[in-house]
Structures are given as C-alpha cells and as structure tokens.
C-alpha cells in the first residue's frame, strides 16, 4: 500500500518545471504567463474551459491585466496579472506596489472607459466591453486584484498586503496550501468498520469483479472516518467541501441541527457513495480498507462540522463499491454519481417518450456499436468510445440541422426551450444521431492541425466548423440529399466508415480554409477577430460563413479538394464504381 503522503502530487512550481503544469492551457499563440493564469483559472476557480478563456486578456499591451473574471452573484470583478519567476527570488512589493497602480485603472466608471483609449490590446477592450465593466463598476461592484506567482512573498510583500486589501496573493505556498490533488492522493489505508448489526442491508454482485453493498449507517459513525477534516477522504471526488454558505449545506446544516427529522434522514438524503480496495460484508458488519467518498462530501462534512448535534436516530443511507479509487471504473463512477446532484433541464426530459424511444431505437440497430445515454449518470458501464451522450448530440444537431452553432454554449435551453426543435423531429432517428456524433469526432479530430491552436481550443470553434460543413454539403447535390436522408447512405456497404472518411475530407479543407481566415483576420488586414465574442453572434457567424463557403467553392471548383460527391463515389467499393 502506497502512503499518502508519498503518493500526494506534488506541485512543481520551479521553472522550468512549471511549464509542464499547464498542458492544454500552453499554445503558441499564449504567453507563459497566460498559459499559467489558465491553468489558475481551471485548478482554482474551477471554471469550465469556456468560461477560462474568457477571461483571459492573450496578447500584449495589456496594461498590467492578464484576465478579468465577474462574479455577478458576488458583486465582484477580479482582476488577474500573472508572474513566473525563473529563480528562487522572493517576491518583494516592487510587483504589487505596479499591480495596484493598474488596478486604479478601475477606480471609477469614467477610468474603465479610458482603459481602451490607452490600451493597444484588442482582447482587454473586448473583455471590458463583453462584461460591461465600466456599468458594474458604477453600480458599485468590488474590484478585487489576484496577483499569482511561483515565487513566494518576503516581508515586504507581506507588509504591503497588510494595507492594501484589496490585493489577494497567491505565491507558491499559497498555491500549495490550496491545491486540491483530486486524483492523486492514495485512498485512506487505515481499516474502517461499521456495525449493521441492527439495520438491513443489501449486496449486489454487478459483475464477476466488482460487488456493491447498500446499508443504512450511523452518522455518528460515518463521521469517525479518517480524512474528513482535511480532505483527503474526498481527495477523489469531483470536488472539494463548499463551505457553510452554499444553500445546499445550509439546508443539509438545519435538518442536523433539527433532531425531530434526525430518523427521517435517509427519507430525503441522496446518500453517500464509498469506493474502496477491499470490501468485506457479514450479517452485523461491513469492514473495509483503501476508501475514498466519491460523492457525499457536501453532507459528510456538513455532518462532521455538527456531529455536536448527531444523534444515534440520524442513519444515511451509504453505498460501498470494492472499485479502487484509481481505477478507471471509479471515474465513471465519480462523475456520474456527481451529475446527479441538482435536477437540469436534462434530467428533466430523460424519460421523455422522444428521448426514450430514440434510446430503445440505436441500441436495436447499433447494438455494441453505440450506446445513447439519456439521464447522467447513466449505465457507467458503458464504453466510454461508444457513447453518446445526448446533451452532446443536442448540441451538433443544433449546429448542423437547425443552422445555429452560435447558441451552442447555452446549455440549459438544448432540453427547455430548443428541446422539441432539437429533438422532436420525423427525421431524427437513430441513424441521424449517430451521424452526428460521427461528424463530432472526426470535427474535433482535425481541430489539432489548426495553426490558430487558441482558437482551435474554444469550445465554440468545433460546432462552428460543424454549422460549416452543413453549409459546404448544401453546395453539392448527394450533400444535400446526405442532410436529408442520411439512413439512405449509411445502408450501402461500408456505408458508416465510407461517409466518416469522405466527411474527413470536406471538413479537413474547410479547416484549412477557416485557420487560414482567422490568421488574415488577426494579421493580413491588420485587425483583431474577436471570435469568443463573433461566434455567438448570429450576424457574425453568418458573414464568416459567407467568406468560408465561398473559398471552399473556389477550391473545390478548381480541382484543389473534392466536392463530397466525387469523394463518396470515390469511395464505393470497385464494382459498384464500375457498373458491375
């Protein structure tokens, strides 16, 4: 058994070390420093990859502002400037005393306007303009400084920090201290055991290897487990404890503190899911070793913080699961358990005659070929290279049939208001949904050979590029007829291998085409291509599919690429070709 301690990641914040933190977040177009406030953005905030470049001012000329991220539910504006150091200089109060100069740029609402006139960095102006700063800032919204560096602060930084409060540092011991290593610390070792004695309790074998077991335990013994204070018991889950303020754990906080609802607990608590390295059940005890909670940390640590207020009547329903914590199984496992919480528009429509029927329909005719997943959570059994997931084939049938990938980011309308438009058409069949997700992966396939690799990163790009290839196959004549009954050409032989082949093919030239746009936009004619705010703009997405298409037809016309046409009959299987 590997300790704790020795299997705990380790941040390596030295130079050039730290480079190797970011991954994703490092692109050519992105500075060191930028790349290191993605990174914050992502392990910190943890902010969805959008939401992170967002908030990221790339480019030079900034004015001393790396990012800038609203809380609107805060009242708060957060203004980043990043520092990596590449020697084990400490961090005086030269840096700060210069981050709080550029801060006063945000004193007032007339200071935020002027920040554009002064500044060269197209990025920064539209930041400020897309989140209306200068307003925010007039309706009275804290601004907030967040200095990050690798270095660590020396006396002077901390005096200057004691005056000015409106700066938060995070230097290497501070980002230390914080990190949340959610998928490296080792599960807790130390043996737990938990009398069933009086409650019953149910044990499901779901597979040769794998044994679930379902008991009603005692709070006051749930709490006793090891990790809790410190986190280390939920080091797997997907996060760590809220705090007292979320509403959740208030609610959680108040039927604890309530001891008339204490039996009645497991009538209204979703329950807790424990994985771990060994499980053994008998008649009055279950005993187990390597364990983490998955999913519960809200409500055990709740409960742990008031266990003063447990009595012997307060039992959750607890699920253990002798699934390792490192397992790949335990992270379906934790992230579907974790999708459960709170009821989305999704859940909502999960049993849906339209979602129900569109389930029952692919896995008859793709059977051990697809698996559609309707409600999170879901079968995580499933191969995870053979679902589709039916938030994701909202979201490219809403790109490439209804025309409009510029309202792709708006998750919660594809199961509300969008859902029957989405959804709820004749020709919206099993075959149509697995093309759709075929269109998706060989999309995203080709996103890596973008040149512009921030923009191929964004998560709007690839529906953007789906919209396109909708549009290029309406300039073709089997294209057209390909959008309207694609059952038609996934019957013919190898027709599903033939069209993910061919579709290759137009979508990588439509790649070429839109990478080479985004650089003549950025550099050629000399202006800046605001594309996280043009692409979910409807008017703008429209004109650049007017430049795309166009150049594409110049291509294909020119013999430079093949129309989908010549590639599908390209493709048929030589004796079709040749009339036999």
Known sequence: MISREMSVSKLRLSYPAILQQFGAHTARERTESRAFLAWFLDNYYRLDEMEVSDCICDGKYDKGIDGIYVND?????????????????????????????????????????????????????????????????????????????????????????????????????????????????????????????????????????????????????????????????????????????????????????????????PAFHNGLTILCEHLDAEEDRITIRGYAVVNGCQSLSTLYENKKDITRELRIITKFINVPPNDPLANKITDHTNNQNGTTFRDLQSNNPIQVRLQSEIHRKYKNEAWFRIKRGEHPEWPVDKVIENERAARVLLAFDLRDPSSCHQTYKLFDELHANIFGRPGVDADHIVLANDIYNLVVDQLDSMANELFGKYGLTRYVIIYLL????????????????????????????????????????????????????????????????????????????????????????????????????????????SGV
């Not at 957060?78 to 020697?87: A, G, L």
């Not at 840096?95 to 002064?118: C, I, R």
């Not at 019957?491 to 033939?498: D, L, P, T």
């Open 73 to 265: 539910q805060l009242g708060q504006i957060d203004v980043f400037q990043t520092v990596i150091v590449q020697t084990d200089k400490g961090l005086g109060d030269v840096s700060l005393k210069e981050f709080s100069g550029s801060l006063s740029q945000f004193k007032d609402k007339a200071s935020v306007e002027n920040l554009p006139k002064t500044s060269k960095n197209n990025a920064l102006t539209s930041l400020l303009k897309s989140n209306e700063i200068a307003r925010k800032v007039e309706e009275g919204f804290t601004v907030q400084g967040v200095f990050i560096t690798n270095a660590v602060r020396d006396q002077n930084a901390k005096d200057f920090l004691a005056a000015h409060r409106s700066i938060t540092l995070y230097d290497r011991d501070e980002l230390e201290r914080s990190y949340s290593p959610l998928d490296k610390t080792a599960p807790i070792a130390k043996e737990m055991s938990f009398n069933i004695g009086s409650v019953p309790h149910m044990v499901y074998q779901l597979s040769a290897k794998v044994q679930m077991v379902i008991a009603s335990l005692s709070a006051e013994d749930l709490v006793s487990m090891d990790g809790i204070g410190n986190g280390e018991l939920f080091a797997w889950n997907v996060r760590q404890f809220l705090g007292r303020k979320s509403k959740v754990n208030k609610d959680i906080a108040k039927s604890i503190k309530s001891s008339t609802e204490h039996n009645l607990f």
């Open 470 to 577: 909708r549009e290029a196959l309406e300039t073709d004549e089997e294209g057209r007829e390909l959008c309207k009954h694609p059952s038609k050409f996934l019957a013919e032989s190898n027709g599903r291998k033939r069209l993910k082949d061919v579709l290759s093919k137009v979508a990588s030239s439509l790649v070429r085409i839109l990478d080479g746009e985004v650089t003549r936009r950025n550099k050629t004619d000399g202006t800046f291509f605001d594309y996280k705010s043009d692409l979910k703009s409807p008017k703008a997405v429209e004109a650049l599919r007017a430049t795309i298409i166009s150049q594409y037809q110049i291509v294909v016309d020119n013999g430079y690429a093949p129309g989908f046409s010549d590639a599908w009959k390209a493709s048929m299987p030589n004796k079709k070709k």
